[in-house]
């Protein structure tokens, strides 16, 4: 259980156009969401959390309308990047969130790497 | 915001030996999880351990939460452990997001 799916898995694109990358939690219904990026050989940072049928919440200094996030169901976000430039390449991961009781735990996808020339 | 220190940064051993990894953080917490990073970037959960000590095969993960530190032990090691190891932690209390540690990337060779 507590599957979490990313597509793609890689995604090479020219400067300038936009790049969607979807997450959907296969096994279970998740009402929050959350998109992290991971430069290499260094750790998460969180870039927004997603919530079910609102607006998602970005931490500081993440750009809002270059970084789209929608969250349609209980099963899928989508984030888009949007006129990408090569500074955006970078290894996107989403996770949901479980939470049962006091118990808030997150389940993370496979990462899609984008890849901007 | 919260701090989150993971020592050592870099650690090579031979298979089957055992290692312990530590996670330090600056505030209490309402949610400690680690994770292990394969080679290909997926995240891997290993435990959910906000207070106490869990075991799973090989693995093992105490949280001491007054004072504010977590352990995760691997022991005989294969070189499928290979990878990052991360402890993440929630504040909670409204602040329900994980704050990801510096990680520590562990070597085995055979």
């Known amino acids: 259980g507590a599957v979490v799916s990313q597509h793609p898995s890689w995604v090479i694109c020219k400067s300038g156009t936009s790049v969607k990358i979807e997450c959907r939690s296969l096994?279970?219904?998740?009402?929050?969401m959350f998109w992290y990026r991971q430069f290499p050989k260094q750790s998460l940072m969180l870039m927004a959390t997603?919530?079910?049928?609102?607006?998602?919440?970005?931490e500081q200094g993440v750009e809002k309308d270059k970084f789209l996030i929608n969250h349609a169901s209980l099963t899928l976000s989508t984030l888009t990047v949007t006129s990408a430039h090569p500074e955006d390449s970078s290894f996107y991961i989403c996770?949901?969130?479980?939470?049962?009781?006091?118990?808030?735990?997150?389940?993370f996808g496979p990462g899609t790497r984008l890849t901007v020339l | 915001g919260i701090q989150v220190e993971q020592s050592p940064p870099d650690l090579i051993l031979q298979e089957g030996a055992n290692s312990t990894l530590r996670c330090n953080f600056s505030?209490?917490?309402?949610?400690l999880q680690w994770f292990h990073q394969n080679p290909w970037g997926q995240l891997i959960n290993l435990f959910y351990?906000?207070?106490g000590t869990k075991q799973n095969g090989r693995l093992s993960a105490t949280t001491v939460a007054t004072e504010r530190y977590s352990l995760l032990y691997i022991s005989s090691s294969q070189t499928t452990d290979s990878g990052v190891y991360f402890c993440?932690?929630?504040?909670?209390?409204?602040?329900?997001?994980?704050?990801f540690g510096t990680g520590t990337r562990l070597t085995i060779i055979p």
């Open positions: 096994d279970f219904q998740a009402t929050t």
């Open positions: 351990i906000p207070s």
């Open positions: 996770s949901a969130r479980i939470r049962l009781g006091l118990r808030n735990e997150q389940f």
């Open positions: 993440a932690v929630e504040r909670g209390f409204g602040n329900e997001k994980l704050t």
């Open positions: 505030d209490s917490v309402n949610n």
């Open positions: 997603s919530n079910e049928g609102s607006k998602a919440t970005y």
